[in-house]
């Protein structure tokens, strides 16, 4: 029985939301803050996708799979 991309992520991730974004609120020290608007601006990148970047760069190195987003809302195509 194959499953299709959003059963698998039901299944392996069930408390995740399938949304296309999410508004994450922190609180950083204004020196962090600097450094990534930096890194960002160096990168052509916003900050929003230099932290998301980050984030993932970490996920993977620890280990921790984060599945690509476009694969969230793939209809299921019968098979």
């Given at each position: ?22 508004t ?11 450094a ?24 993977s ?19």
């Open positions: 029985m194959r499953y299709n991309v959003r059963t698998f992520l039901i299944k392996t991730f069930p408390v995740m939301p399938l949304k296309k974004s999410a994450l609120n922190l609180r950083i020290d204004p020196i962090l803050k600097e990534v608007r930096e890194a960002a601006l160096r990168e052509h990148r916003s900050v929003t996708n230099m932290i998301e970047v980050l984030i993932r760069q970490h996920c190195k620890i280990g921790i799979p984060i599945p690509e987003q476009r694969g969230l809302f793939e209809q299921d195509d019968g098979e």
